[in-house]
């Protein structure tokens, strides 16, 4: 029967009746909705009086019962179950002193590593939840000998699923054995794992343990490592502080060095100085028309930091570049990062240059609006 053969009443009514279908899906799928919502929170609210009580126990110095943590491993199993585990230790948190709850969490160690092989073999949404509460709760804490849970933790991170990795990076930081990041990091290499190099670097400023002793390991390490994970660690060191100058500068030294490794070890010297390397950025300026741009560019923000006549001069011969960032960079450098006043610029603005005055006046320009638009501010306020 072809489809034009049918009444307009008959297509209508069809229509009628899927709406109301939908209708009454909707109605059903939000009371199912409130129901659960309910019953998570019942659920949430009889594990609070549970903790509770086995809290109080312990600091009676009661030992916690192995059925207790029997019955609560079979329980937890269930996503709903650790859900509502997870809602009650919140309330708790938010009920107790930090300190009531640690030796309880303390012992949910060894519940957690009871459920790795239940959650391994669950989808990647919920060994993301399952690595969040691990990282959440601080469990496995301090632990310096590998276990079972700090090894699901390394297998996920080469997990297709970006929320996955990332939770188990995070549980790993937490845990803070630096071995095991170190693993992790050469898991991510050996299955060509790309990550974002900011959530990397990021991670690594939450490592529980010392820091420093992480930034040497995977520093040392760096030859295993593909340069997007070499640079996540070069930012780890410049925002951590640690005193890398020796090695940095024999990697800035390097002309086989890949281009933004060495990038990133300006940047560090921007930040920490090191009059070594004074010569090596002024070079960096003054041979731009024989480089790559981006080293004169960065090269001239660095300077700032390498006061001085020479500085000056050299900066000066930044403005004549070709490249418009190596300019603006070195006016900037000049003017907002020396403060070198307009009198002792006299040469450039009365000499032959166009770009170069004309960047001058640009970057002086823009000084001028931010400060009006400052004050700006201020009247409003």
């Known amino acids: 029967m072809h489809i034009l053969s049918i009444k ?3 297509i209508l009514y069809v229509y009628m009746a899927s709406c109301v279908a939908v209708l009454v899906f909707n109605v059903l799928y939000i009371f199912i909705d409130k129901y659960r919502g309910r019953r998570l929170e019942h659920q949430s609210l009889e594990m609070v009086d549970e903790i509770t009580g086995q809290i109080q126990q312990m600091e009676a110095g009661v030992d916690v019962r192995e059925e207790y943590f029997t019955g609560l ?17 919140e309330e708790i948190r938010r ?6 709850t640690e030796k309880y969490l303390e012992q949910m160690r060894r519940v957690f590593l009871e459920l790795v092989p239940v959650y391994e073999k669950r989808d990647e949404i919920e060994q993301a939840y399952f ?3 691990v990282e959440k709760f601080g ?7 590998y276990d079972g849970l700090m090894d699901f933790m390394i297998r ?3 997990h297709k699923g970006v929320f996955v990795r990332e939770n188990a990076l995070r549980a790993l930081y937490m845990i803070g054995n630096k071995e095991a990041v170190l693993a992790a990091w050469e898991k991510m290499e050996d299955n060509e794992i790309c990550h974002s190099k900011k959530l990397l670097s990021d991670g690594l400023l939450k490592f529980t343990g ?11 390490h760096r030859s295993r490592f593909d340069t997007r994970l070499v640079l996540p660690v070069m930012q780890f060191i410049r925002f951590l502080g640690e005193d890398f100058r020796k090695e940095f500068l024999e990697l800035l030294s390097k002309e086989t060095v890949d281009k933004e490794i060495r990038l990133e070890a300006v940047r560090y010297f921007r930040k920490y100085p090191y009059e070594p390397v004074r010569a090596l950025l002024q070079r960096f300026l003054q041979y731009h028309e024989y480089l790559d741009w981006e080293y004169a560019a960065v090269a001239a923000q660095a300077l700032e930091s390498y006061p001085g006549p020479d500085t000056v001069d050299c900066l000066k011969e930044g403005l004549k570049a070709v490249n418009w960032y190596v300019r603006l960079n070195s006016a900037e450098t ?6 070198i006043p307009k009198k002792d610029l006299f040469d450039v603005y009365n000499g032959r240059d166009r770009y170069a005055r004309e960047i001058l006046n640009y970057v002086t320009e823009k000084i001028e609006i931010k400060g009006q638009e400052m004050e700006l501010r201020e009247t409003d306020v």
């Not at 491993?73 to 230790?89: Q, V, Y």
Request: cysteine-free; proline content about 4%.
């Open 334 to 339: 000049l003017i907002m990062g020396l403060k």
């Open 139 to 145: 469990i496995d804490k301090g632990h310096t000998a």
């Open 131 to 133: 690595a969040s509460l």
């Open 73 to 89: 491993i079979r329980r937890l199993k269930k996503l709903e179950k650790l859900r509502a585990f997870e809602l009650s230790m």
């Open 210 to 220: 010392d820091r420093g002793e992480l930034a040497r390991l995977l520093f040392e």
């Open 8 to 10: 307009p009443e008959v």
């Open 95 to 100: 009920q107790m002193p930090a300190g009531r």
């Open 156 to 158: 996920m991170v080469v």
